[in-house]
Antibody, heavy 123, light 110 residues
Framework: QLQLQESGPGLVKPSEALSLTCTVSGGSVSSSTYYWGWIRQPPGKGLEWIGSIDYSGYTYYNPSLKSRVTISVDTSKNQFSLKLSSVAAADTAVYYC???????????????WGKGTTVTVSS | QSMLSQPPSASGTPGQSVAISCSGSSSSIGSNTVNWYQKVPGAAPKLLIYSNDQWPSGVPDRFSGSKSGTSASLAISGLQSEDEADYFCAAWDDSLNGWVFGGGTKLTVL
């Protein structure tokens, strides 16, 4: 059964970069069937999609974060990663990784999520 | 900043039915399918319904989804205490060219 696990520092200083990794077990990030993505939820707010990547490294990002986001995939480690630069207090959130798959009509949906990891931006 | 709108809370007693709405736009729900998730504290979000009304393996048919125009709804019948959780909807948005989510609805089983 596919499982996703987020990992990374729980505390990041303002203006520095946030780096998180999602380790995939029970499946392969190299599969052409899926996309792999990051979503976050600031305290007391709704979920926000950050971006996604496919097995070949093709990425697409939320326009509001695009200038600061880099998502990459490491097939040798079966992981994908998020880097968010120049963070501020507003980037404090629970960060989730998730797999995206598609149905028979080619509509996509996120079917498996990680439990999330809390990142606080503070000096 | 949620692009889909949900009521913040809902409630019901065991055995009752409850419905949670999700309102979007022509570029989101109006053009794409809706997915529903259950979020329990400390656990990963769980897919309940995909493509408006489809069940993933293992999800009981007490949960059902529907969509009409730019709105969608999750119905839960035969409420059980373990259904107490947060529920959120998600859809692709063609204008954003990305995913949008509802703010979440906290379901309380009285």
């Amino acid at each position: 059964q596919l499982q996703l696990q987020e990992s990374g520092p729980g505390l990041v200083k303002p203006s520095e970069a946030l780096s998180l990794t999602c380790t995939v077990s029970g499946g392969s990030v190299s599969s052409s069937t899926y996309y792999w993505g990051w979503i976050r939820q600031p305290p007391g707010k709704g979920l926000e999609w950050i971006g996604s990547i496919d097995y070949s490294g093709y990425t697409y990002y939320n326009p509001s974060l695009k200038s600061r986001v880099t998502i990459s995939v490491d097939t040798s480690k079966n992981q994908f990663s998020l880097k968010l630069s120049s963070v501020a207090a507003a980037d404090t959130a629970v960060y989730y990784c998730a797999r995206t798959t598609m149905d028979l009509s080619y509509y996509y949906y996120m079917d498996v999520w990680g439990k999330g990891t809390t990142v606080t931006v503070s000096s | 900043q949620s692009m889909l709108s949900q009521p913040p809370s809902a409630s019901g007693t065991p055995g009752q039915s409850v419905a949670i709405s999700c309102s979007g736009s022509s570029s989101s729900i109006g053009s794409n399918t809706v997915n529903w998730y259950q979020k329990v504290p400390g656990a990963a979000p769980k897919l309940l319904i995909y493509s408006n009304d489809q069940w993933p393996s293992g999800v009981p048919d007490r949960f059902s989804g529907s969509k009409s125009g730019t709105s969608a709804s999750l119905a839960i019948s035969g409420l059980q205490s373990e259904d107490e959780a947060d529920y959120f909807c998600a859809a692709w948005d063609d204008s954003l060219n990305g995913w949008v989510f509802g703010g979440g609805t906290k379901l309380t089983v009285l």
